[in-house]
């Protein structure tokens, strides 16, 4: 299983839309750290919350950015026809769907290193000229946030990618049901007063997993419901890549 993570880690490297969502993460994540520091007031940024709510905004792109790429690890092998090849090398399709899992955790790590990277280079410059002192023990709380968020999500990719398979249905249907179709779902639940069951809806959740404003549910209780529909998407990719007939 140790060889099999390696080549999904080597695809991950060699895959060009990987260098494009880590370009994509490292620009967002500036733009949304220089805005932070920006548009705040100068008394706050001296509050002892706003650097662990600069580091977790920073991260957010992460999280968005690895549950598209998580997909992408999987569908990718549907889209191009190496799936029959792939499992040549590896004949047992549950291991191969754990594999696939654990490539999308260290998607997620990787892009959420990159954001952190980009987030603490711009605060550190743009803060010290402006005299704010470091509160590494606020930014260390949306660290481990942050850096959790994405791995679950990019987790939570791999999952999704390995039920729809199809990369277009997939990206497409996820953007759509994340802007659209959710969306419409609030309302609708909120015109019966059951606007508390839409926090437990997937967008919800994942969108929230990296909320800085502590709206919602819960950090614990956000984190567990990810939990739990990443177990259901990824017991229903284990069993549509059993079931489905690979002949090319």
């Known amino acids: 299983m140790t060889n099999l993570l390696g080549a999904e880690l080597l695809k991950l490297r060699t895959i060009r ?4 969502y880590a370009l994509a993460a490292v620009g967002f994540a500036g733009l949304m750290t220089a805005g932070n520091i920006g548009s705040r007031a100068e008394l706050e940024r ?3 919350e706003f650097q662990f709510k600069l580091v977790l905004d920073g991260l957010f792109p992460a999280v968005i950015l ?25 004949p047992r399709r549950r291991i191969l769907v754990a ?7 260290a998607a997620g790590l990787g892009l959420a290193l990159l954001t952190f990277a ?22 260390g709380g949306g660290l481990w946030r942050g850096f959790l968020a994405a791995a679950l999500v990019g987790t939570f990719g791999a ?11 997939a990206l497409v249907g996820t953007l759509v049901w994340i802007f659209v179709a959710e969306p419409i779902v609030w309302v ?7 606007d508390g069951v839409s926090e437990y809806l997937p967008a919800a959740t994942v969108l929230g997993i990296a909320d800085s404003e502590g709206e919602g549910l819960s950090y614990a209780a956000t984190t567990a419901n ?13 069993f549509r890549t059993e079931r489905r007939d690979i002949t090319s």
Do not use: C, Y
Request: aromatic share 6%; net charge negative.
């Open 46 to 48: 001296f509050d002892p």
């Open 66 to 90: 690895a549950l598209l790429l998580g997909m992408l690890l999987v569908t990718n092998e549907f889209r191009h026809g190496t799936i029959a090849r792939t499992l040549l090398v590896t």
């Open 226 to 238: 990810l939990l739990g529909w990443l177990a259901v998407a990824a017991v229903l990719a284990a």
């Open 118 to 139: 980009t987030t603490t280079a711009v605060a550190v410059i743009w803060l010290s000229i402006l005299d704010v002192p470091l509160e590494l023990g606020e930014a």
């Open 99 to 105: 594999v696939k899992l654990l490539a999308g955790t």
């Open 188 to 194: 609708l639940l909120g015109l019966v007063d059951l």
């Open 17 to 20: 839309a990987t260098w494009g």
């Open 159 to 169: 999952a999704v990618g390995g039920v729809v398979h199809s990369q277009v249905g």
